[in-house]
């Protein structure tokens, strides 16, 4: 009776606002980000998945999507849990940009739904690896959001995070308003590995918010494979 009493103080002066819609949540719940109807409307990233990409591919007789059948990565296959568009995409936004680092743990939880509804292999890999932010950026933003996610993700599977394995070195400009090769031209070059830590012969879970073209991702599995690595896994939210 109490508890029902307090939610609802909490509902008349304090409403819980939907993430997306900006409506109100009701009934309040703690630790809610987002109102039922938006989350029933993200599109999840369901199989068969495009065995380089991981994307959804139409037809069960192909396992290569049409981007992907005359692209060459570095990573030895990706996958991601939701599809970029709606309210996924508003969410990662907020997520990345706007500050809202709380989101964090919500879209991990959502990303471990994913690892465990399709029985991703992820304990046989050595390390957990975030995508870095260049110091500038960093500075800006306060936190990387790739790192977040990768803590949660580690710390759910009892993992070893390496947060400092990487380093980018060039503050390149946004990737976003790039095509597909000027994407590539903008990241070459701007990674290094940080010569402490030995990846040799390790298997890598590469953790990223989101793949568009896999530039990104890429160049770095390549400098993470030149310093001696085994095996490089993308995985990100959506795609």
Same mark, same amino acid.
């Not at 819609?21 to 599109?43: A, E, F, Q, R, V």
């Not at 290094?192 to 830590?197: L, T």
């Given at each position: 009776? &109490?508890?029902? $009493? %307090?939610?609802?103080? =909490?509902?008349? @002066?304090?409403?819980?606002?939907?993430?997306?819609? /900006? #409506?109100?949540?009701?009934?309040?719940?703690?630790?809610?980000?987002?109102?039922?109807?938006?989350?029933?409307?993200?599109?999840?990233?369901?199989?068969?998945?495009?065995?380089?990409?991981?994307?959804?591919?139409?037809?069960?007789?192909?396992?290569?999507?049409?981007?992907?059948?005359?692209?060459?990565?570095?990573?030895?296959?990706?996958?991601?849990?939701?599809?970029?568009?709606?309210?996924?995409?508003?969410?990662?936004?907020?997520?990345?940009?706007?500050?809202?680092?709380? &989101?964090?743990? $919500? %879209?991990?939880?959502? =990303?471990?739904? @994913?690892?465990?509804?399709?029985?991703?292999?992820? /304990? #046989?890999?050595?390390?957990?690896?975030?995508?870095?932010?260049?110091?500038?950026?960093?500075?800006?933003?306060?936190?990387?959001?790739?790192?977040?996610?990768?803590?949660?993700?580690?710390?759910?599977?009892?993992?070893?995070?390496?947060?400092?394995?990487?380093?980018?070195?060039?503050?390149?400009?946004?990737?976003?308003?790039?095509?597909?090769?000027?994407?590539?031209?903008?990241?070459?070059?701007?990674?290094?590995?940080?010569?402490?830590?030995?990846?040799?012969?390790?298997?890598?879970?590469?953790?990223?918010?989101?793949?568009?073209?896999?530039?990104?991702?890429?160049?770095?599995?390549?400098?993470? #494979?030149?310093?001696?690595?085994?095996?490089?896994?993308?995985?990100?939210?959506?795609?």
């Amino acid at each position: 009776m &109490l508890k029902n $009493f %307090l939610n609802n103080l =909490l509902n008349i @002066f304090y409403p819980a606002r939907c993430t997306v819609c /900006k #409506k109100d949540i009701l009934p309040y719940k703690k630790d809610k980000y987002i109102c039922d109807l938006c989350l029933n409307s993200i599109k999840k990233n369901i199989p068969p998945f495009c065995i380089k990409c991981g994307r959804h591919i139409e037809g069960v007789d192909k396992m290569v999507c049409d981007n992907c059948k005359d692209k060459t990565y570095y990573f030895d296959r990706a996958f991601s849990a939701f599809v970029y568009e709606g309210p996924i995409k508003e969410l990662l936004h907020q997520f990345k940009y706007n500050g809202k680092d709380f &989101l964090g743990k $919500f %879209l991990a939880e959502m =990303l471990i739904e @994913f690892i465990n509804t399709y029985q991703l292999e992820i /304990k #046989k890999f050595d390390f957990v690896v975030p995508v870095p932010l260049h110091s500038a950026k960093l500075r800006q933003r306060e936190y990387n959001q790739a790192e977040v996610l990768a803590t949660y993700i580690a710390k759910n599977f009892h993992l070893t995070l390496l947060k400092d394995a990487l380093y980018k070195i060039k503050n390149t400009p946004s990737q976003t308003e790039l095509d597909a090769q000027r994407r590539m031209e903008n990241i070459v070059g701007s990674f290094k590995i940080n010569p402490k830590i030995n990846l040799k012969e390790k298997d890598i879970l590469l953790i990223d918010d989101i793949l568009t073209t896999g530039a990104t991702t890429s160049e770095i599995a390549k400098i993470i #494979k030149l310093s001696g690595a085994k095996k490089v896994i993308v995985l990100t939210l959506a795609s």
